[in-house]
Nanobody
Framework: QVHLVVSGGGSVQAGGSFRLSCAAS????????RGWFRQIPGKEPERVAA???????NYPKSVQGRFTLSQDNAGNTLYLQMTTLQPEDNGMYYC????????????????????WGQGTQVTVSS
């Protein structure tokens, strides 16, 4: 069992930045795919960033160039740096991890991730 604890988030004006953190209860960098999802009311969560155990990352076009993943190898924490935030980035952000496929991020849906952290709200005002 892996526990994920999310911190960060809040309210910011358009063009601003945030950094979200996801601290895992165990060292999972080399064994788990880790990702961030964003959910707005009435819609399915959308994966906005993912990193495989080999360090390769994946971002949808909607956030490419604005969202960046990094990790603290010593602390087992995954970060999501979000810049140039826009109102369409509003939502509840969740951190997730999955050990399948030896940590390769093979899927981008909620069902592809076994462990989830609590959500944190990001609100961007225009």
């Amino acid at each position: 069992q892996v526990h994920l604890v999310v911190s960060g988030g809040g309210s910011v004006q358009a063009g601003g930045s945030f950094r979200l953190s996801c601290a895992a209860s165990a060292f999972i960098f080399s064994t788990h795919c880790r990702g961030w999802f964003r959910q707005i009311p009435g819609k399915e969560p959308e994966r906005v960033a993912a990193i495989s155990s080999d360090g390769s990352t994946n971002y949808p076009k909607s956030v490419q160039g604005r969202f960046t993943l990094s990790q603290d190898n010593a602390g087992n924490t995954l970060y999501l740096q979000m810049t140039t935030l826009q109102p369409e980035d509003n939502g509840m952000y969740y951190c997730a991890a999955d050990p399948s496929f030896r940590g390769y991020c093979a899927g981008g849906y909620v069902a592809d991730f076994r462990y989830w952290g609590q959500g944190t709200q990001v609100t961007v005002s225009s």
